[in-house]
């Protein structure tokens, strides 16, 4: 087994549960790069057993460097320690470096030198080892395990026996949850959106982290505004297609941002995510290069409607309906581009000319003089209650501009509904 | 380089080549008088009509048919009417391929046009801005640059006083059974040239159900 041990020293000014929350959320982070983690209840110490995934991520030189990357990334001060057991490791974060020991015996070489007060032992033991006139961790570890058990009680025999690897060394493996909620507090009210950007950036990560580790992507998240004295504000993201990356996420919600009115100064942001999807396979290709164009268009209409509207990106579709006016419909991009769609029906395709444009409602004029073309008779929906008996006409207006007008058959009166643009 | 060369060069027009590919027009007097052949591609071009419904978005449906027979999105940024599907139907248009969007002003527009002319899923983007900046129109000429897409802006009129950095800048004014173009400005080509188009969009699909008749007979009717 090889150890890396995480110390975050900024944690370690923040309150418990903070310390916690954040401890907890880092978990969910770096099960990306390891299926065995665990922090500590009273220190701000993340481990991971890499040991296991070396193999895969290039070797450990190679995958340290990724998680400290991403460490920085996250915006984390960090000390990192690998060691064969997780108690040294610990140990180590808080020595000088080098902090890379790969095996048993490199460990007891490294560990020696170091002085007896980084041992995590009670104060009253460390005491009694000065007083035996021990300095150095080498000197303890030379004497012989029954006198160490008979002199300084079993559990600092027991607890030397972990640091050197001698021993297992049980800790309490973390478990990805089922559902993801992240909480980040501010330590004093954030009140502009801009200012929310960089917390939100962390936490995208985090949750490009929890979305990796567990091989999955998500259609929709919803970020939780807290406000001193007032209800939370919510403000979900939508996707059309999974993802889980951050980056993307990080343009979603700053386009929502841009429009986004809160209601008060925030105090706390949540993340959260019920469902999950299976990743959608298009991703970085052999030679890394750029997306594919439909995954852009993708995230562009994302951009688009986290900017403008849900509602605000249509698609056109042919409606097979006699009656001008609905012979075209606006619908969401989405249920028309998807192959699944059936065929536009050719009944729905008129024969005549019409016009590019089309006014929103048939615009009632006087009767036109320049009409150059018609008239195309159309008589529709009798046997609902839009009943349309119309004449219509190309008609030239003195400026050129060629209308598209009909005159309906039983008042007898001129409109205007389209224009040859 | 050698005073031979540079008149050789001069002669053959070689360093008024255009930046920029091309996308034919579908129009043989416009493209032979467009440098590279056609609508400058990853660049912006401003339409000036005279008056709306002359023809102005007709002149258009080659490229933009072919654009999107070849698999590219057209971005529609706050149309002033809606555009009519069984119309861009028979354009042979994908309707699929087409997408209008909502905007609410023209800080909305811009930002829209803008983002989805950087966008190498769209082969064209059409916006009709009121009024536009200069800079503006500098923002969406990098955007399209960058996307390789065309932009096309309708102004008004009155906007050929202005000055503006789009690439190529057409007047358009209705003549019978078509469309007369002035080549306001035209980067890496001539400016100042009038064509007449006749318009296939208009034309060509006569209905077969129509006559002619006078504004007598319709009243009869």
Redesign the interface.
């Known amino acids: 087994m090889l150890w890396l041990c995480i110390r975050l020293p900024q944690l370690a000014r923040e309150a418990f549960a903070d310390q916690h929350a954040a401890l907890e959320r880092l978990a969910g982070w770096a099960y990306q790069w390891s299926s065995l983690i665990s922090y500590a209840s009273d220190e701000p110490l993340l481990w991971l057993e890499l040991g296991a995934s070396c193999a895969l991520f290039d070797g450990h030189a190679a995958l340290l460097a990724r998680i400290e990357a991403g460490l920085v990334q996250l915006g984390y001060s960090h000390i990192c320690a690998l060691a064969p057991s997780a108690t040294a490791a610990a140990l180590l974060t808080r020595a000088p470096a080098p902090r890379h020991v790969l095996d048993r015996m490199q460990l007891r070489q490294r560990l020696a030198p170091l002085p007896l007060q980084l041992l995590a032992l009670p104060a009253e033991t460390l005491a009694a080892l000065h007083a035996s006139g021990l300095r150095r961790i080498g000197q303890v570890l030379e004497l012989a395990a029954s006198a160490i058990a008979r002199r300084f009680g079993p559990e600092t025999q027991s607890y030397l026996q972990r640091l050197c690897a001698q021993a297992s060394d049980p800790r309490p493996a973390w478990c990805l949850p089922a559902s993801y909620l992240a909480r980040c507090e501010f330590g004093s009210e954030v009140r502009t959106t801009t200012a929310l950007l960089f917390p939100l950036q962390r936490l995208l990560l985090e949750f490009q982290g929890y979305l990796r580790a567990r091989d999955c992507s998500v259609l929709r998240f919803t970020l939780l505004f807290e406000h001193y004295r007032h209800p939370i504000s919510p403000v979900s993201i939508g996707l059309s297609a999974a993802g889980r990356d951050a980056a993307q996420f990080l343009t979603l919600v700053r386009e929502r941002l841009h429009s986004l009115v809160l209601p008060a100064p925030v105090s706390a942001l949540r993340l959260q995510a019920h469902e999950f999807t299976s990743p959608s396979i298009v991703q970085g290709d052999l030679f890394g290069s750029a997306a594919q164009p439909l995954q852009q268009l993708q995230q562009l209409l994302d951009r688009l409607r986290a900017r403008l509207g849900e509602n605000s990106v249509r698609a056109l579709q042919l409606h097979a309906d006699y009656r001008p006016e609905r012979g075209c419909r606006l619908v969401s991009p989405d249920s028309s581009a998807h192959p699944g769609t059936p065929a536009q029906p050719d009944a729905a395709r008129p024969e005549a000319a019409r016009p590019c444009w089309l006014l929103p409602e048939p615009l009632r004029i006087d009767a036109p003089s320049g009409l150059v073309r018609g008239p195309e008779r159309i008589e529709s929906g009798w046997w609902n209650q839009d009943d349309v008996r119309r004449d219509y006409y190309l008609a030239h207006t003195a400026e050129g501009t060629r209308l598209w007008v009909f005159r309906d058959r039983r008042a007898g009166e001129w409109y205007l509904q389209g224009l040859w643009a | 380089m050698n005073l031979d060369q540079l008149s050789r060069l001069c002669h053959d027009g070689e360093w008024r080549r255009p930046a920029h590919a091309a996308a034919p027009s579908g129009y043989a007097e416009l493209d032979a008088n467009l440098p590279g052949g056609g609508w400058p591609v990853g660049a912006i071009a401003e339409l000036m009509p ?9 002149l258009l449906a080659p490229v933009l048919s072919r654009l999107a027979r070849a698999g590219r ?1 057209i971005a529609w940024i706050a ?13 042979q248009l994908p ?2 391929r ?7 002003g023209a800080q ?1 527009s811009l ?2 046009a803008e ?2 002319l950087r ?4 082969g064209a983007v059409l916006s009709w801005p009121a009024e536009i900046a200069d800079k503006n129109v500098r923002r969406l000429q990098l955007a399209a640059e960058a996307g390789g897409s065309l932009g096309i802006l309708y102004r008004p009129a009155t906007a050929a006083r202005e000055h503006s950095p789009a690439a190529l800048r057409l007047r358009l ?3 019978a059974d078509g469309l007369a173009v002035e080549i306001h400005k035209c980067r890496g080509g001539r400016a100042g040239l009038r064509l007449q188009l006749s318009l296939h ?2 034309s060509d ?6 006559v ?4 007598a007979a ?2 009869r ?1």
Do not use: M, N
């Not at chain 2, 005279?50 to 007709?58: D, K, R, Y």
């Not at chain 2, 149309?79 to 354009?91: K, T």
């Not at chain 2, 002619?212 to 504004?215: C, I, L, M, S, T």
């Open positions: 005279e008056a709306t419904g002359i023809g102005e978005l007709s999105y149309p002033p009417y809606l555009p009519y599907a069984p119309a861009l139907a028979q354009w309707l699929k087409l997408l209008i969007i909502h905007t609410r909305e930002w829209a983002q989805t966008c190498p899923a769209f004014r209705p003549v969009a208009l699909t006569s209905p077969a159900d129509v002619a008749v006078h504004p319709a009243t009717a």
